[in-house]
């Protein structure tokens, strides 16, 4: 009774505070308890959440719903914008190379969910706001919740009926992270998949394709080449092949466009696998010797950060480096590793190979900065930037053919759309759009921790009564046609039709359900990266769909 006493005279203020934390603080020990890389994760905090509100509720405690209202937009805000600028720099590479095959899988799971949702929806009349949390918790997919909370209260639905949303998600939670496990296993086993031997294959394939930026060593047999500057030799420079090193005899040097080529004469190139190849029929043949070390030589190579925002927009054409002796042979662009042509254009925390005389790359460290602790600071003045963009972005009215009104990207869309465009682009004006990854992680966590607690706490008060007395029971199973359907039906297909090997099957189902229990689950099941590739290829296209979903369900429906 004291307790309950103390707990009264306390502000409305401090009161959902102590509530925000409480939910925070036991909802990330609930989550992080599991069997065997199965646990609720993240949303353990949704969980706890709802058991502080229902308690709050029955003990006739009031928090401030205006300030639960901020937290849960601010943490949403906070997650998404993160989250863009996390996958934005590979955003559009997923969508070109070998994942448009992973992109078009995952797609089709996500479309599938919908076409699903909205069948319940006229076959069981489930109302709207249900709806949508149904399908963002049958897919594990808590932005997606965020995204139907948010455009729900746009279309000016009450409080208390957006809170279904809420409800919706909870009740088909548990089974979204069970059900991809089921259709993982259940591919595997019907259609008698042999690990060892998907392994195998797996590897085998990525021996036979070309790394990234491979690098090869060209011997020079074309008589036509002798005396010739290495400046004019056909496609050699410009098409985004470098020479990095000449070895002649026993000498190993630093090649420039002037140097005078000779026959016998070995170039260390770096590049795309297509271009070296075109390289090799031109100059002579591939050879087995190594020039990867410059150990015993006059050259050296270092990695430098483009730190400096005199660099920035820059391209490597304007450094003139060759007259400075000096190559870039590599260029990291958030793990991504790019072609270096004259004409790239750098971008804040780029990791460049130069290659050169150890005099020579001195000399040009301060033309990029190479200011190590740069990187770890979180360039706080583009964040509100950006995040400001993005609301403002999130609120322009878009009209679509089809709907009865016009789509917002709203507090979840626009942030996250705003947030990949400018990581892409790197810097605007003043502003750079870098996060050290650790910083990333931390102020994400934050994020979904905040909303997901608010989310909780304004729904707990309805939680064990819709479950026992409503419709919890008949949408938790509606939930799991929701998760199953698409996954089994597209997995299969996949597998049968397609061929795909199935360690990427695997991580291309639990990224499109953006799901990282299941991720571990599938990499657990191999030594091979193959899962952890199919997840990251899908991962940025499912959670742009995952997110504007919701909102065309909800404009199609209700509006």
């Known amino acids: 009774m004291a307790l309950l006493e103390f707990l009264h005279s306390l502000s409305e203020v401090a009161l959902a505070s102590a509530a925000l934390m409480l939910a925070g603080a036991l909802g990330l020990l609930l989550g992080g308890l599991n069997w065997r890389g199965i646990g609720l994760g993240i949303g353990g905090v949704l969980f706890a959440g709802l058991f502080v509100g229902h308690f709050t509720s029955a003990a006739g405690l009031h928090l401030s719903p205006e300030m639960l209202e901020f ?14 600028i996390q996958v934005g720099p590979g955003f559009f590479a997923t969508l070109q190379k070998a994942g448009l095959q992973f992109n078009l899988i995952a797609a089709s799971i996500v479309l599938l969910g919908v076409t699903t949702t909205v069948a319940l929806h006229f076959i069981a009349d489930i109302p709207v706001p249900a709806l949508v949390g149904l399908m963002s918790g049958a897919v594990t997919n808590t932005p997606g919740l965020g995204a139907a909370t948010q455009v729900l209260k746009d279309a000016g639905v009450p409080s208390e009926v957006i809170s279904e949303a809420s409800l919706g998600y909870a009740v088909a939670y548990p089974f979204g992270i069970i059900g991809i496990l089921i259709t993982m296993i259940a591919v595997r086993t019907v259609l008698r998949i042999k690990i060892e031997t998907e392994e195998e294959q797996f590897e085998n394939a990525r021996a036979k394709g070309a790394q990234e930026l491979p690098a090869i060593n060209v011997v020079v047999h074309n008589a036509n080449l002798e005396g010739l500057p290495l400046g004019e030799v056909p496609d050699l420079y410009d098409q985004g092949v470098v020479v990095s090193r000449l070895k002649r005899g026993d000498l190993l040097m630093h090649p420039s466009r002037k140097m005078v080529l000779h ?58 480096l060759e007259e400075r002796g000096v190559s870039i042979s590599r260029c990291t662009r958030a793990g991504t590793q790019l072609p270096v042509e004259a004409s790239l254009t750098l971008q804040f925390g780029d990791i460049l190979t130069v290659v050169g005389h150890p ?67 790197g810097f605007l004006g003043p502003f750079v759009f870098f ?67 199935y360690l990427s099957l695997s991580g291309v189902l639990a990224g499109s359900m953006t799901d990282p229990p299941a991720l571990a689950f599938a990499t657990n099941m191999s030594s091979t990266s193959a899962a952890a590739i199919g997840y990251a290829s899908v991962y940025p296209l499912v959670m742009c769909m995952r997110i504007l979903a919701p909102q065309i369900i909800v404009l199609t429906l209700m509006v």
């Not at 949403?76 to 914008?81: A, E, N, P, Q, Y």
């Not at 006059?298 to 730190?307: E, F, K, M, S």
């Not at 790359?361 to 990029?368: C, I, N, Q, S």
């Not at 089809?402 to 626009?414: E, I, N, S, V, W």
């Open 263 to 320: 026959l016998g004469d070995v170039l260390h190139l770096v590049g795309p696998a297509d271009k070296l190849h075109a390289m090799v029929l031109i100059l002579g043949e591939e050879v087995d010797v190594s020039l990867t070390t410059t150990k015993g030589s006059q050259l050296t190579w270092q990695r430098i950060a483009v730190t400096t925002k005199k660099a920035l927009g820059k391209r490597i054409r304007d450094f003139g």
């Open 435 to 501: 996060m050290p990854p650790v910083a990333n992680h931390a102020l994400r966590e934050l994020g979904i921790v905040l909303f997901l607690a608010a989310v909780g706490l304004k729904a707990g008060g309805q939680f064990v009564d819709t479950l026992m007395n409503g419709d919890g029971f008949s949408w938790m199973f509606y939930g799991m046609f929701i998760t199953a359907i698409p996954l089994m039906i597209v997995g299969f297909a996949a597998r049968i039709i397609w061929k795909v090997n």
């Open 359 to 425: 005099n020579d790359v001195d000399a040009v460290k301060p033309l990029f900065g190479n200011q190590a602790k740069s990187l770890e600071l979180v360039q706080f003045a583009g964040v509100f930037f950006g995040i400001l963009i993005g609301i403002g972005i999130g609120s322009i009215p878009i009209a679509f053919p089809g709907l009865p009104a016009p789509l917002k990207l709203g507090l979840a869309g626009g942030p996250l759309v705003t947030a990949i465009v400018l990581s892409r682009i």
């Open 71 to 84: 937290v849960r937009e601010f943490g949403l805000i906070i997650f998404v914008f993160t989250i863009g």
